[in-house]
């Protein structure tokens, strides 16, 4: 059985930072594209970032490309998303998501396993 199981979330004021962790078990980790997404309260699931198997390729979405940066450790079953110079509009609950699709993708149905997701608030 495949688990996802972020942690890291929390309460931060505007200019601050998080790193959220994402660890996986049931699967063979190295084999798949990671991904996180979020969703603000009344918003749509939007895609924030994407890495490939190896970590060599990833992917941003331009309202985070400068600001988040993604890693992961293949050998904890781990992929990281550490987040800067967070804003209020950064609030949302952020998920992450696996799929086997080779390369990096923004595509959420080719997402096929995902977290309970963790909250990010950032405070104005």
């Known amino acids: 059985q495949v688990q996802l199981v972020e942690s890291g979330g929390g309460l931060v004021q505007a200019g601050g930072s998080l790193r959220l962790s994402c660890t996986a078990s049931?699967?063979?980790?190295?084999?798949?594209?990671l991904g996180w997404f979020r969703q603000a309260p009344g918003k749509v699931r939007e895609f924030v970032v994407s890495?490939?198997?190896?970590?060599?390729?990833?992917y941003y979405a331009d309202s985070v490309k400068d600001r988040f940066a993604i890693s992961r450790d293949n050998a904890k079953n781990t992929v990281y998303l550490q987040m800067n110079s967070l804003k209020p509009e950064d609030t949302a609950v952020y998920y992450c998501?696996?799929?086997?699709?080779?390369?990096?993708?923004?595509?959420?149905?080719?997402?096929?396993?995902w977290g309970q997701g963790t909250q990010v608030t950032v405070s104005s």
């Open positions: 998501a696996t799929t086997r699709y080779l390369g990096v993708t923004n595509t959420e149905n080719k997402y096929s396993y």
């Open positions: 049931g699967l063979t980790f190295s084999s798949y594209t």
């Open positions: 890495i490939n198997w190896s970590g060599g390729r990833t």
